[in-house]
């Protein structure tokens, strides 16, 4: 089982969490031309990297609050996690 | 390549088993090859197979980073189906179907074809409703399709939980009765044994590193045996696409996650279907040595790991004994994990690619082992004809950029984030 850092409530299980995919992507901006190709890229194509990756999740059943955990997709060790509001370093 | 007949086994018996020849060879690779294909799994054997049965290309190479059969066709539930409601499912997977019914004469391997039936659950009158409007939609197709009320649900699986004060009461179901199952490893080795006797080298052990590209066109891959030159090269790598188009500077509309099954201790015959839970996900059938076969979810989150964890497997479990209590007092004898290529829409890819020479097969998310022949056949016809096929032409690659979504489920994308 996972055990995951909540940055505002501490080491929880896994079971206290939903997941909420890829953290990196950036939807496209308002009031700007968006290409059908950027459209694409932010509904649908992933790099869904092996070894290191930036995701999302919820503390669904905590404080509810999403959060960005960074988890080795092979090994499901968990090196770092931020609140949602924090930049990815 | 000796004939595996009663006659060759008696033959056979009196050298004591000791003289059969090698089911296929261990060659060295080669340095160059008509059509590369990388992935030695169902997908990838039996577009070797169909490549030199029915296009008559022989110069062809299978290449596997591990061992053939290894991946998901020798860790998946053995499902086989055709219960779609698309038109482009629904005619890929009955096509499918007929070469599944024909497959142990073809392959001259015994595959143990069960078609023994798949009934899915219904929970409520509105699934009813969406079970009646599917089961129509295959009859249009020629798929045979009955929808059972309660009672008659009863009598085939008496074992099911039929009390009234439940949380999810059966209201009836939705019976194909030609699906069944298939022994997965004598599927891969069958086609494995037929490619192989037909010319294609099947090179195992042989990791691929990076691809040789030029000007938009294939023209080889690099690989931890050497450099192999080919002008096609066939992508079937099931939960490595996503590590490969890395490579190939692709980002592509699939997502690697963990699929977990698993086997309980094997008991006296109980069950001679399989059956889909409708409330959640959880399928199980009961396998010729008397386990019973299990599955249900994803676990989830992102992963490239083959294994899984424990809430995921007890959440599929808990669906399980609601269906069926009787599961309750069974141990569990295995569980394993195999890693899913998941397209954003639940359907498949098999197509053409922007690179010249370069023909992509994934997104086989939970169906893959069922479509593993028409999957072969139809990527066989992409590749020597360079051009899809009518049944694999709802399988594009664009089809997410021109919104011709397959969309099985109406769940939109990212069907596995509940």
Not at chain 1, 14 to 33: C, H, I
Not at chain 2, 178 to 193: E, I, L, N, P
Not at chain 2, 216 to 245: E, H
Request: contains cysteine; charged residues 20%; glycine residues 10%.
């Amino acid at each position: 089982m996972l055990h995951i850092k909540c940055p505002h409530c501490g080491m929880r299980s896994q079971n206290e969490f939903s997941y909420g995919g890829d953290a990196t992507v950036k939807r496209p901006e308002l009031g700007k031309e968006v290409s059908d190709q950027d459209w694409d890229n932010f509904v649908y194509n992933r790099k869904s990297l092996r070894g290191k990756h930036w995701e999302l999740w919820q503390h669904l059943s905590g404080c509810r609050q999403w959060i960005k955990v960074e988890r080795d997709t092979s090994t499901h060790e968990i090196f770092n996690t931020l609140k949602a509001t924090e930049e990815i370093s | 390549m000796q004939k595996y007949s009663i006659f060759n086994l008696v033959k056979n018996a009196f050298s004591n088993h000791e003289n059969w020849d090698l089911a296929w060879k261990d060659p060295t690779p080669k340095k160059e090859y008509d059509v590369v294909i990388i992935g030695g799994g169902g997908h990838g054997l039996a577009t070797a197979y169909y490549l030199a049965k029915e296009h008559s290309i022989t110069n062809v190479a299978i290449i596997e980073k591990g061992w053939i059969g290894g991946g998901n066709v020798g860790r998946n539930t053995t499902i086989i189906r055709s219960n779609y409601m698309y038109d482009d499912n629904a005619l890929f997977s009955e096509f499918g179907m007929d070469l599944w019914r024909k497959m142990s004469q073809d392959l001259n391997y015994n595959v143990m074809f069960s078609p023994r039936g798949i009934i899915n659950l219904a929970h409520s009158d509105a699934q009813m409703n969406v079970y009646a409007r599917r089961g129509n939609s295959m009859r249009l197709n020629g798929i045979d399709a009955v929808l059972l009320n309660r009672e008659q649900v009863k009598e085939i699986i008496p074992m099911a939980d039929f009390s009234e004060n439940v949380r999810f009461p059966i209201f009836g179901g939705l019976m194909q009765p030609s699906a069944g199952t298939a022994r997965h490893d004598a599927v891969a080795w069958g086609y494995a044994r037929q490619a192989d006797s037909m010319g294609v080298d099947i090179i195992q052990n042989c990791e691929v590193i990076g691809f040789d590209v030029s000007n938009g066109k294939i023209n080889g891959v690099r690989t931890s045996r050497g450099d192999i030159k080919a002008k096609k090269i066939g992508l079937c790598v099931a939960g490595s696409t996503n590590i490969l188009a890395e490579k190939l500077n692709m980002t592509l509309p699939i997502e690697t996650h963990l699929l977990q099954a698993c086997v309980s201790e094997p008991v006296k015959p109980v069950l001679d279907r399989v059956v889909t839970f409708g409330a959640g996900h959880f399928y199980i059938s009961q396998s010729d040595k008397g386990e019973m076969v299990m599955g249900g979810d994803l676990d989830g989150y992102n992963s490239y790991a083959q294994r899984g964890n424990l809430p995921t497997l007890q959440h599929v479990l808990t669906e399980g004994v609601a269906m069926m209590p009787f599961l309750s007092k069974l141990k569990m004898l295995r569980t394993w994990g195999g890693i899913m290529d998941m397209s954003m829409d639940g359907s498949p890819i098999i197509d053409k690619t922007h690179i010249e020479g370069l023909y992509l097969n994934c997104g086989w998310c939970y169906g893959g082992f069922k479509a593993t022949p028409a999957s072969g056949w139809t990527f066989a016809h992409t590749i020597a004809q360079d051009r899809v096929h009518e049944l694999n032409s709802g399988y594009s690659l664009n089809r997410f950029s021109t919104g011709h979504l397959l969309d099985e489920k109406g769940l939109g994308t990212k069907t596995w984030i509940s």
